[in-house]
């Protein structure tokens, strides 16, 4: 029983450790996705190791009725599938704030909140160094009147383009 115990840690030691990643140690640019993301997000990767990093994605909505920002940070684990292609998960958390003007919802309203959030994406490394990203988050918010507006919860799916360096 030892050696069959022994020998299943082995093998799925051997299977992570085989993965080879190319994470970069830095990578800049856009996730653009739907309205919970605010429509557009600075988004900043930096490589802990060889199959774990941290993201970092600011959104923002600055428009005539409505003033908005959340910054998110996740810690993501990468796994290789061929060549440039990698799918990723992660857990993380952020803060936000918004305000809505008068004119638009008839009272003037603004507040701020925290949120937990998950992460689940397949990328794309290119040869060159961009690398292009699909992803799934989904946020629950806690706090504030936008955690009600928003029933508490807030699916994200989005566009990731980053220069990798």
Do not use: C
């Amino acid at each position: 029983m030892r050696k069959l115990i022994l020998t299943a840690f082995m093998l799925v030691g051997l299977a992570f450790s085989s993965q080879a990643q190319d994470i970069s140690k830095n990578a800049l640019g856009l996730r653009l996705g739907d309205n919970d993301g605010f429509g557009g997000e600075l988004s900043y990767q930096r490589g802990l190791s060889d199959n774990n990093r941290l993201e970092f994605d600011l959104g923002w909505r600055n428009s005539n009725h409505i003033d908005a920002f959340k910054l998110v940070g996740l810690y993501q684990w990468v796994w290789n599938i061929e060549d440039g292609f990698n799918w990723y998960a992660g857990v993380g958390a952020g803060v936000g704030s918004w305000s809505i003007d008068e004119k638009y919802y008839g009272a003037d309203d603004s507040g701020s909140y925290i949120l937990a959030a998950g992460d689940i994406g397949i990328e794309y490394n290119f040869d060159f160094p961009l690398q292009l990203s699909l992803d799934f988050r989904p946020e629950l918010y806690f706090g504030g009147d936008y955690a009600d507006y928003r029933d508490g919860f807030g699916p994200d799916i989005a566009l990731g383009i980053r220069y990798r360096f």
